[in-house]
């Protein structure tokens, strides 16, 4: 059993990789065989179809979101700097994979209504961070706070792809963690 995980985890780790880091939803099974240092037949055998391990890198990454809403969730500090980690913490997650915006935009816009994933981030998103926005903010509406929540997270998705999708952010260097930092503080003082 144990070297069957140790393959199915080379596959997935190797696909993480190629879609997260190298921006690459373009692959063939056969390519991410070879790179995973695995036969063919092992990626169709736990996986059945690129679509499939697909579905697997983007769990990887709600996994990890979720992991970002557990640290806030256990950081002892007030609603402002909770959602400035939040920020800071999605920002450099994405970053550093960059791919996955890519997946789940092309997933939402080819497979509307199918994305999980996705819908189970969104309402992570609202179960973890919009209490912190109204708490901060004094807003006691759902549509007020869900509208300022909206662009707080537009806010923090929207300089990656600038800066992967177009090479620039607005003269602000998004490789900088001073930079994304004093743009977070910003964006945060701008909505909420």
């Known amino acids: 059993m144990e070297g069957r995980m140790d393959t199915q985890d080379k596959i997935i780790a ?27 037949a092992s990626v169709n055998y736990y996986f059945r179809s690129k679509y499939n391990l697909l579905n697997e890198v983007e769990k990887h990454f709600v996994l990890e979101s979720h992991r970002i809403y557990e640290e806030v969730a256990r ?60 708490e901060l903010t004094g807003v006691a509406d759902d549509f007020t706070a869900s509208v300022k929540l909206m662009q707080l997270f537009s806010g923090v998705v929207a300089p990656v792809l600038f800066y992967y999708g177009a090479g620039r952010t607005f003269n602000i260097d998004m490789r900088s963690s001073k930079d994304r930092e004093a743009y977070v503080e910003s964006l945060i003082e701008s909505i909420l």
């Open 14 to 40: 190797t696909a993480i990789d190629m879609v997260g880091r190298q921006i690459n939803l373009d692959f063939t099974v056969r390519e991410i065989a070879e790179k995973a240092n695995v036969n063919l």
């Open 75 to 134: 950081l002892n500090a007030g609603p402002r700097e909770k959602i400035k980690f939040w920020a800071m913490k999605t920002m450099e997650h994405i970053m550093e994979y960059p791919g996955i915006i890519y997946l789940i935009v092309t997933k939402l816009l080819h497979h509307k209504g199918k994305n999980v994933g996705i819908v189970g981030l969104i309402d992570t998103l609202e179960h973890s961070i919009m209490p912190l926005v109204k």
